[in-house]
Antibody, heavy 118, light 113 residues
Framework: QVQLVQSGPEMKKPGASVKVSCKAS????????LHWVRQTPGQGLEWMGW????????NYAQKFKGRVAMTRDTSITTAYLEVRGLKSDDTAVYYC???????????WGQGTPVTVSS | DIVMTQSPDSLAVSLGERATINCKSS????????????LGWYQQKPGQPPRLLIY???ARESGVPDRFSGSGSGTDFTLTISGLQAEDVAVYYC?????????FGQGTKVEIK
């Protein structure tokens, strides 16, 4: 069965970077785009962008361009989200989610809480 | 960006009764060449990720009970839960995937009256 297993909670100071991983199994990793979505109490669900594991192409939301990087390691079917220059309002649960083939997400990881605080 | 607005923010419904959630987009999410509305609905329970219920505005995802149905086109959409069950208590979100950035509604919390 399709599974997306994310790395554990993170606590970071303002200005630091965080890298979240998303291990995929149960399907052909290179055959489906992966999206990253975050959830904050204030902004709700926010789409951050997608990664094409086949080739590494990306499409970032304008809001996050220059501050995030979505990468992958196909040998271990794992995708990564790096966020740089963390601010307190980056405190959120970060989700990876598989694209069902039409830009919508069907399977989601369990979420990675990231807390940014001095 | 397309703004998605849900109403109401919360509602309380008796067990077995109907719950209706509305979602309005600031511009049409209907793609004319294939006549598909790029609108999905998710259910989220506390401590869990969102679960996809409906895609193309009205198509039910595999495994989703048939008491969940979606309707609408263009800019106005509805999620209906016919015969609310206790396990349906959750927050429901609409999402447009017509264009990037994809955007979500603010959520509607459904509770038991």
């Amino acid at each position: 069965q399709v599974q997306l297993v994310q790395s554990g909670p993170e606590m970071k100071k303002p200005g630091a970077s965080v890298k979240v991983s998303c291990k995929a199994s149960g399907y052909d990793f290179t055959n489906s785009y992966l999206h990253w979505v975050r959830q904050t109490p204030g902004q709700g669900l926010e789409w951050m962008g997608w990664l094409n594991p086949n080739g590494g192409g990306t499409n970032y939301a304008q809001k996050f361009k220059g501050r995030v990087a979505m990468t992958r390691d196909t040998s271990i079917t794992t995708a990564y989200l790096e966020v740089r220059g963390l601010k307190s309002d980056d405190t959120a649960v970060y989700y990876c989610a598989r694209d069902r083939g039409d830009a919508l997400q069907d399977f989601w990881g369990q979420g990675t809480p990231v807390t940014v605080s001095s | 960006d397309i703004v998605m607005t849900q109403s109401p923010d919360s509602l309380a419904v008796s067990l077995g009764e109907r719950a209706t959630i509305n979602c309005k987009s600031s511009q049409s999410v209907l793609y004319s060449p294939n006549n598909k509305n790029y609108l999905g609905w998710y259910q989220q329970k506390p401590g869990q990720p969102p679960r996809l219920l409906i895609y193309w505005a009205s198509a039910r995802e595999s495994g989703v009970p048939d008491r969940f149905s979606g309707s609408g086109s263009g800019t106005d959409f509805t999620l209906t839960i016919s015969g609310l069950q206790a396990e349906d208590v959750a927050v429901y979100y609409c999402q447009q995937y017509f264009t990037t950035p994809q955007t979500f509604g603010q959520g509607t919390k459904v509770e038991i009256k």
